[in-house]
């Protein structure tokens, strides 16, 4: 039977924050125009992961207090060290939607065999019947180790693809890892007593809406350089129209059959003035005024030789 679940006003109190980050966060993401769908969909999931995790302690406490249904509180153990690895990789399929994952997924689905395996083998943990006490088995450390290598990764592969991201937004992955491995530490230090939440819960809350902020940031900032590259091509294309090059061209032609120097220095002019157009669809950042200047120059000193007068 199960024993009817009471929340006191601290359990409260401690639920309120991590669930009102989340839900906003899942707004948020859902309306974010930013974010390409596939994105989305990962940080909606991991969303609603998160939100399981809270469930997930409230009830394994809420059992452990009762000391009621023996097996249902060994799955949820067992769930509850199986889902944190697998947010993780969400959080690595967001920065690289491309990328398949085998060799995480293959850690996070041997991580949750060995919990899931555990209340038969007692390989990573044990509940004491009786007394309810949860004890540490073998390979306890099995969560905590595969968090770890994909932290490591999480980060790495973070500073990697967006490491021209300005000195202030790069401390902010680093503080997410921060706050994940110091809410692990927090979690082993309190030890096996039961928590409402654990800490590693409120820290995965806080986390990903650190990491979301950061990685809008990072969205933000493609679609401007993107729409600073579709700027370059349209300006471009207003200075160099067809009729613009038939004409520059049928000019030096015809240069060359009264003043070849003039017709040599023309073609020169030309080329450099196509030269600079190309150019400047390959720069970041604005273009100098006295660029812009010469760039002026040379194509009034083209029009110049069709319209002398």
């Known amino acids: ?155 790495a592969r973070t500073i990697l693809l967006y490491r021209e991201t300005g000195r202030w937004e790069r401390l902010i992955p680093f503080a997410v890892v921060l706050i994940i491995i110091v809410s692990v530490v927090l979690d082993i230090n309190v030890g096996l007593e039961p928590q409402p939440i654990s800490f590693l819960t409120i820290a995965i809350a806080v986390g990903s809406v650190f990491y979301y902020i950061w990685l809008h940031l990072q969205f933000v900032r493609e679609h401007e350089h993107d729409l600073m590259a579709a700027q370059r091509i349209r300006i471009m294309m207003t200075q160099i129209q067809p009729h613009f090059l038939f004409n520059a061209l049928n000019t030096i032609r015809a240069l060359y059959a009264k003043d070849s120097p003039l017709a040599d220095k023309t073609l020169e002019d030309f080329s450099t003035y196509l030269r600079q157009n190309l150019e400047s669809l390959s720069q970041a950042d604005l273009i100098p005024i006295d660029k812009e200047l010469e760039h002026t120059k040379l194509y009034a000193e083209i029009e110049v030789l069709r319209f002398p007068n």
């Open 1 to 155: 039977m199960f024993a009817p679940m009471t929340v006191d006003i601290i359990t409260l109190a401690l639920l309120f924050s991590p669930l009102l980050l989340l839900l906003g966060l899942g707004f948020i993401a859902a309306i974010d125009p930013y974010i390409r769908r596939g994105q989305r969909r990962v940080m909606l999931v991991n969303v609603a992961l998160s939100l399981t995790l809270i469930a997930q302690n409230l009830l394994e406490n809420s059992f452990f207090v009762n000391r009621s249904n023996l097996a249902f509180k060994n799955v949820l153990s067992a769930y509850g060290y199986s889902v944190r690895p697998v947010i993780l990789i969400l959080f690595l399929c967001i920065i690289q939607p491309d990328s398949r994952k085998r060799l995480q997924w293959g850690l996070a689905g041997i991580n949750a065999a060995l919990y899931f395996s555990s209340p038969f083998t007692r390989l990573c943990f044990e509940i004491r019947e009786g007394d309810y006490v949860l004890l540490r088995g073998p390979l306890w450390f099995a969560c905590f180790a595969v968090s770890a290598i994909l932290l490591a990764e999480l980060l």
